[in-house]
């Protein structure tokens, strides 16, 4: 049985006081805030992971440190807070200064990134109305945009290209969003939304293939049927391998030219 993750103030206290109760007195006084300090930022980690609002409000009333990074010096409170969907959460903190931009220290992701992965399209609305940038770059120069397409994340997608997101941005192997799309077969609403935008159907990857090769490829039937009907090249060679490869579709509505 799971159990729910409660930081209450008396909890927080309690720990704190605790610290100071075991350090020996001829600890240095630096050493011991600078573990106090420790603390608070590990408290205010969790309570923004666990999307604990009021703890959030204590542990920054006691100077928490609001642009702290995790036990795995990575991620900072409003990237947990974004992850998760604590949307309120995202709010309290850039209301505080939180940075809005913070990179990962593993994968350069923004919070912007995180939202969009996990599909949190209330997280998303904040974060960009705190200007957050849009076509953000991890490590892989993968996009929000990319991310929210891979997942299937279709209000994400709409919130991302209403602001303007880059939607035929590549990534480190040329994968543009509808790439992504296409190749993990997501809800069809995904690529059509992708596509009535203006995506480029025939946007080529490192190995040239195009967002039809990928669908095919891996037997994606909704989306070949999607991207054939908003005039798809089948005409490539790679295209035409893999579309032949595929044999649960009907010789004449896919191969004929």
């Known amino acids: 049985m799971a159990v729910e993750y409660r930081c209450t103030f008396d909890l927080i206290e309690a720990i704190l006081s605790k610290h100071q109760r075991e350090t020996p007195m001829a600890s240095n006084q630096e050493q011991r805030q600078q573990r106090q300090q420790q603390q608070l930022n590990d408290a205010l980690i969790e309570a923004a992971e666990h999307g604990l609002l009021e703890d959030i ?28 969907g604590h949307h309120q959460c995202v709010e309290l903190l850039l209301d505080r200064h939180a940075d809005v931009n913070a990179l990962g220290r593993t994968y350069n992701y923004t919070p912007l990134h995180r939202a969009s992965l996990f599909g949190h399209h209330q997280c998303i609305e904040i974060l960009l109305d705190r200007h957050a940038e849009v076509d953000a770059l991890d490590c892989y120069t993968s996009t929000p945009l990319h991310h929210a397409s891979k ?16 939607i ?11 790439h992504h799309a296409s190749l993990n077969g997501h809800h069809h609403q995904c690529i059509e939304i992708l596509l009535d935008h203006g995506a480029d159907i025939n946007a080529r990857d490192r190995n040239n293939f195009t967002p039809l090769h990928h669908a095919s490829k891996y037997g994606n039937r909704q989306c070949i049927e999607l991207l054939l009907e908003y005039g798809a090249d089948k005409s490539l060679i790679n295209v035409r391998i893999s579309l032949s490869a595929y044999e649960n579709l009907s010789h004449e509505c896919i191969l004929t030219p």
């Open 151 to 166: 997942y299937g994340n279709r209000q994400c997608i709409e919130i991302l290209l209403g602001r303007h997101a880059d």
């Open 168 to 178: 035929n941005a590549c990534d480190y192997i040329k994968f543009t969003p509808l």
């Open 57 to 84: 409000q204590y542990l920054l009333g006691r100077h928490a440190d609001i642009n702290t990074r995790d036990c795995y010096n990575t991620h900072t409170p409003i990237h947990y807070a974004s992850a998760g």
